[in-house]
């Protein structure tokens, strides 16, 4: 079935280590986006890609890195994990185009960093 | 930039009583405005939207919300609500521009109660 798919659903890491979330989607939508939710602050965009190859920062990219090789892949790589990434993740995609506009969501990661 | 303000963190409702949630938006571009809804443990959907035309915009599960531009505003509403409404429901913006960032609120959980 069609459809933006998160993986793990959850993960248990050590500080300091690097750990990477995986996003893909079957829509070949052009837009990806990378959000953490956190109490308090609803969800902060971390990273998005306009399309293969081109990626930009979001509000809070510190200690992350993107990459986007394939239309469908969007992987978030935490470089050294600290407890302050603790969170959810979550990834959308969105054609971008006209009336559509919206995401779609993702499922969710839930990391925790011990 | 844009910026959305949900100044209700939590909204206690009986089940069959009318709702509203309340969305503020600050953007110095015109902006398209979006409601999702997240379940327990889940991603999140897209309720309802505003793009253009009519400022009343109705969405999946009876709700709607209502575009004010003069207020900034985009509150959403349910005339009736039933216990699986219960969820948070966050409120985003984005400019009309090229880029489609959303920008979200920080939520608002919704309790129905018997």
């Known amino acids: 079935d069609a459809g933006i798919t998160q993986s793990p659903r959850y993960k248990i890491t050590e500080t300091g280590r690097q750990v990477t979330l995986m996003c893909h989607q079957t829509w070949s939508h052009s837009y990806m986006f990378w959000y953490r939710q956190d109490l308090g602050h609803g969800l902060r965009l971390i990273y998005y890609s306009a399309a293969a190859d081109i990626t930009d920062k979001g509000e809070v990219p510190d200690g992350y890195v993107v990459s986007r090789s394939k239309t469908e892949n969007f992987p978030l790589t935490l470089e050294s994990a600290t407890r302050s990434q603790t969170s959810v993740y979550f990834c959308?995609?969105?054609?971008?185009?006209?009336?559509?506009?919206?995401?779609?969501f993702g499922s969710g990661t839930r990391l925790t960093v011990v | 930039a844009q910026s959305v303000t949900q100044l209700d963190s939590q909204v206690p409702v009986f089940e069959e009583a009318p709702v509203e949630l309340r969305c503020n938006y600050s953007?110095?571009?015109?902006?398209?405005l979006f409601w999702y809804v997240q379940y327990p443990n889940q991603g999140l959907q897209l309720l309802l939207k505003y793009l253009s035309g009519s400022t009343l915009v109705k969405g999946i599960n009876g709700f709607e919300a209502e575009f004010n531009k003069s207020q900034t505003s985009f509150h959403l509403r349910k005339p009736s609500v039933h216990i699986s409404d219960t969820a948070e429901y966050f409120c985003a913006v984005s400019g009309t521009g090229g880029g489609n960032k959303l920008t979200f609120g920080t939520g608002t959980q919704l309790k129905v109660e018997l």
């Open positions: 959308a995609s969105s054609d971008g185009g006209g009336k559509s506009r919206g995401y779609t």
């Open positions: 953007s110095s571009v015109s902006v398209y």
